[in-house]
C-alpha cells in the first residue's frame, strides 16, 4: 500500500490544520493507522493512532486534548486536525499503516508496515 500524506504548511501559534493520508493500492485490507513527527536530529516521535475500525483512538500526551485523529474508510483516507498549534509542533509529519492481525504497538515505529513521504508544519510564533 502506499501513503500520500498532504496539508502541512505555514500557520501561526494558535492556528489550526488538517493533515491527510490517502492510501492506494492494496485498499481492500483496512489498516491501523498511525501519526507520526520527527525534527532534524531528533527521533521521530509518536503523535496520534486509530484501529482499523475507527472505535480506538490514541494520542501522545503532548497532543491530547489539541489534535483528534479520524478517518474515512470509504475515501481510505486518515486525517489528524491539529488545532492550537504551538511553535514545538513544528515538525515533519508522517503517517503509516500497520496490517491488521498481528501485534500492534501503536506508539512504536518499528510496529508499522508502511510509511508516507512527510508533511511540513511549521508553526510560527
Known amino acids: 500500500v502506499q501513503l500520500q500524506a498532504s496539508g502541512g504548511g505555514l500557520v501561526q501559534a494558535g492556528g489550526s490544520l488538517r493533515l491527510s493520508c490517502a492510501a492506494s493500492g492494496r485498499t481492500s485490507v483496512s489498516y491501523n493507522m498511525g501519526w507520526f513527527r520527527q525534527a532534524p536530529g531528533k527521533e521521530r516521535e509518536f503523535v496520534a493512532a486509530?484501529?482499523?475500525?475507527?472505535?480506538?483512538?490514541f494520542y501522545a500526551d503532548s497532543v491530547k486534548g489539541r489534535f483528534t485523529i479520524s478517518r474515512d474508510n470509504a475515501k481510505n483516507t486518515v486525517y489528524l486536525e491539529m488545532d492550537s498549534l504551538k511553535p514545538e509542533d513544528t515538525n515533519v509529519y508522517y503517517c503509516a499503516a500497520k496490517t491488521p492481525g498481528t501485534s500492534w504497538r501503536h506508539h512504536e515505529t518499528e510496529s508499522y508496515d508502511y510509511w508516507g513521504q512527510g508533511t511540513l508544519v511549521t508553526v510560527s510564533s
Open positions: 486509530i484501529a482499523w475500525s475507527g472505535f480506538a483512538a
